[in-house]
């Protein structure tokens, strides 16, 4: 590996799953044994090692260097020969004198796959041995220095949903009526629950207007009444239609008003500027007939159906 595709960092916070202090390095590096492997510890549900290399792993680009590697171990209990294990991986050498970590880790390809062909990783060029034997530089005090691994294993859980549009799904229009509309004054109104795209959903109306809309338009909402009772809480997404008919004639346009949007919480989607007061209480519309009995309808166009993926 080049050295262009390694990222070197100081951080004062030490590795989080192993140290290897090795002493005497000198004698070390003098002998004729090309590398050394530490004992094998724990991470993630599996077994590693760190594997040495004093004077430099020379096939791997490794000349004049430090080579250092994570291998994962045989005692590792492995289904078949088709085995592997994805890792993000950190290695690390202790600066003693200003008590921080050099960290180095792949810089283009921080994930690497262990397994039957290749398992172990790790860096040919680790650090110069220029630097690393440099008394300034603390990676060597009295003889001593000091290695470390981090390793993340990413492991598949399984989770999986489908994310489905359903257009002009069944039972996709609801109705709410409100009788005596003239005399609720400002009292929002609010419809039972009902099912649509396997969700519960609530139809409110505010006699008054909402928001900017207050005083001069009639304010309806829809409401998805169950985001707080479904674990996890799953958003919609839904296209609809609020409409208020024309009692008087079916042939005669009513007040509609098509709306999109995401929900993500349990906040109400308000209509805006739908349907203005004065429009409302004139007789001669239709959306107020004499015996002042409101109907309010919801129609879906499209909304979103998620299910797990078993």
């Known amino acids: ?11 004062s916070l030490p590795p989080a799953d192993y140290s290897l202090k090795i002493e005497s390095f000198k004698l070390l590096s003098e002998s004729t044994v090309e590398s050394f492997e530490s004992g094998v510890f724990k991470s993630r549900g599996y077994n590693w090692k760190l594997v040495f290399y004093p004077n430099g792993k020379k096939n791997d680009g490794g000349k004049d260097h430090l080579s250092l590697y994570l291998k994962i171990d045989d005692s590792n209990p492995h289904s078949d020969g088709t085995w592997n294990v994805n890792v993000y991986y950190k290695l690390f050498v202790y600066d003693q004198l200003s008590n921080q970590y050099l960290v180095v880790q792949d810089a283009k390809a921080p994930m690497r796959r262990f397994d039957r062909r290749k398992g172990e990783w790790g860096f040919g060029k680790f650090l110069d041995l220029a630097t ?36 002009e799904p069944d039972d996709g229009t609801y109705r709410f009526t409100i009788p005596a509309f003239g005399s609720v004054g400002d009292t929002v109104q609010r419809s039972g629950e009902f099912t649509v795209g396997e969700r519960n959903w609530q139809l409110v109306v505010y006699p008054a ?61 308000e209509s805006s500027k739908f349907l203005s007061r004065d429009d409302l209480y004139d007789t001669t519309k239709g959306y107020l007939p004499s015996n002042e009995t409101l109907v309010v309808e919801v129609q879906f166009l499209v909304v979103s159906v998620i299910k797990a993926n078993t």
């Open 209 to 269: 207007g909402s928001g900017g809309d207050r005083g001069n338009y009639l304010t309806v909402s829809l409401k998805l009444a169950d985001y707080q009772k479904v674990t996890p809480k799953k958003p919609v997404y839904a296209e609809f239609k609020f409409k208020i008919p024309n009692q008087y004639s079916r042939n005669r346009a009513g007040a509609e008003q098509t709306v999109k949007y995401f929900f993500n919480s349990a906040a109400e989607k």
């Open 1 to 11: 590996m080049g050295d262009n595709a390694i990222s070197r960092e100081k951080r």
């Open 132 to 167: 690393f034997n440099e008394p300034s530089n603390g990676y060597l005090v009295d003889e001593s220095c000091v290695f470390g691994a981090e390793v993340y294993v990413v492991k598949p859980t399984g989770s999986e949903e489908i994310l489905s549009l359903v257009s």
